[in-house]
């Protein structure tokens, strides 16, 4: 099929590949940035329980050069592509980014991560091939519009293909026509539903996402056949997702001006449970130092603009995994504690005293509120308390919470572990290929595995 009868997809898949964020300072360090939060969410991660479950179930005794990450054995680069990606999502500790409504750092890097088995390039290209991968998942995540998530889609991986097979085909210097085949296998392997919100199949959505769009750049290399117009056909991308609410143009109009990750940038979590329960966790945070006591509550009630808390899934969890979609007791859990670590949140059953709590708290939509947009701003949350005595106490959050530095995070996260401690200072100063390696070594060491 000729340029001319896929315009969109030859130019989505033109802007990929011609790419250069390396001229833009600001993108490359928002980009290292990312990385460290990324990486201490990931060896947080692989030190979990189900990570070994899913390590052993996708084979990663099978021979490679790939790394995985907190662990000194290396396995083919498909399985560590799985399992990384698992590894850096399993907490819900890691980025999101509104224009996709989702994850991407945990699909791309992963993918990328994988590709260094294979390929010898530089810390550098790595950078900008990670910024270029953000840049096309973002952009699909804005042209295929809000119904693709309301319907009950997990934009982490149903985008998420698309951008890790971006990235690699960025990397691999492929071509414009090799990299709209990758686009198109990858976008024919989209999948991934809400419904697991909870349940340890959530996180291998973003390692399922990682492998795929690693193996679609593959296939593409290697001559290996698929539509070139995923974009373009009329029961392409859009026709099956967007539910008629794309924005076609989407896609590349002003294509990394800005960069995806500088504007709107990157949401790096302060907390290790879902996105949308960031703002009640700050504001019983914030109660918790003024003084408010759990016991002396009647009643909480938080109001949330149209479509805010779809991911909200959970009212009453039953274990700390279902509790990180649960505001109820993320809101409790923040008043009673005064923090939200990450034993809040791991897969032993929930504390009754913060369900006691949390049982006292219901929601409710202010339905004359604009329906919430891939625009944080439209984001926000009302608290109403009603004490026992009569009294209320009302507040209200608008947008995200988030970090700016995550080097704290990364020592927290990694407990203070001395074999990891030097990762975040070679992140934010690498170039070279040799600084790649290095951080591979580094990365590739064995984490103490929790007790259970």
């Not at 509790?323 to 929930?350: K, M, N, Q, T």
């Not at 369900?355 to 944080?376: C, N, Q, V, Y």
Request: aromatic share 6%; with cysteine; hydrophobic share 45%.
């Amino acid at each position: 099929m000729t340029t001319t009868a896929a315009p969109l997809t030859h130019a989505f898949a033109e802007a990929i590949v011609v790419s250069d964020p390396t001229t833009d300072a600001a993108a490359m360090e928002a980009a290292r940035t990312a990385i460290v939060d990324f990486l201490a969410c990931t060896i947080a991660g692989a030190a979990g329980r189900t990570t070994a479950v899913l390590a052993d179930a996708v084979g990663a005794n099978l021979p490679g050069e790939a790394i995985l990450v907190g662990a000194k054995r290396r396995t083919d680069p498909l399985v560590a592509a799985i399992v990384n990606g698992y590894a850096g999502h399993v907490l819900d500790y890691d980025d999101v980014h509104a224009s996709v409504r989702g994850h991407p750092t945990t699909v791309i890097l992963p993918a990328l991560l994988a590709l260094a088995a294979e390929r010898e390039f530089t810390a550098d290209a790595l950078v900008a091939s990670y910024v270029v991968g953000l840049e096309a998942m973002a952009r699909l995540g804005l042209s295929i519009g809000s119904k693709h998530y309301e319907n009950g889609f997990h934009a982490t991986a149903t985008l998420g293909t698309v951008g890790a097979a971006a990235a690699i085909a960025h990397l691999a210097k492929a071509s414009a026509e090799e990299t709209a085949v990758a686009l198109g296998l990858a976008a024919t392997q989209s999948s991934g539903l809400r419904l697991q919100f909870g349940y340890d199949a959530k996180p291998y959505h973003a390692g399922m996402a990682a492998r795929s769009g690693l193996l679609s750049a593959r296939l593409a290399a290697a001559g290996f056949g698929g539509a070139p117009d995923f974009l373009d056909n009329p029961v392409g991308f859009h026709s099956a997702y967007a539910f008629g609410a794309e924005h076609l143009r989407a896609v590349v109009d002003n294509w990394g001006q800005p960069w995806q990750i500088t504007s709107p940038g990157l949401t790096l979590k302060a907390y290790p449970c879902c996105t949308a329960s960031h703002p009640v966790a700050t504001l019983g945070i914030e109660l918790h130092r003024e003084g408010v006591a759990a016991d002396t509550i009647e009643s909480i009630t938080f109001t949330y603009p149209p479509g805010a808390d779809a991911a909200l899934v959970v009212t009453k969890p039953t274990n700390g995994i279902e509790a990180r979609f649960s505001p109820e007791y993320v809101f409790s859990a923040a008043l009673i504690d005064g923090a939200l670590r990450l034993d809040h949140f791991d897969d032993r059953p929930v504390q009754p005293h913060l369900m006691a709590l949390a049982s006292r708290a219901g929601r409710r939509h202010d339905e004359t509120a604009p329906r919430m947009s891939s625009d944080p701003k439209s984001r926000f949350v009302i608290l109403d308390i009603a004490l026992r005595d009569g009294s209320p106490v009302t507040r209200r959050f608008d947008g995200l919470p988030g970090l700016t530095d995550p080097t704290e995070k990364f020592r927290d996260a990694t407990a203070g572990n001395p074999a990891f401690a030097d990762i975040p200072s070679l992140v934010r100063s690498m170039s070279s290929a040799a600084d790649l390696h290095r951080l591979l070594a580094l990365l590739g060491q064995d984490v103490i595995q929790n007790a259970d």
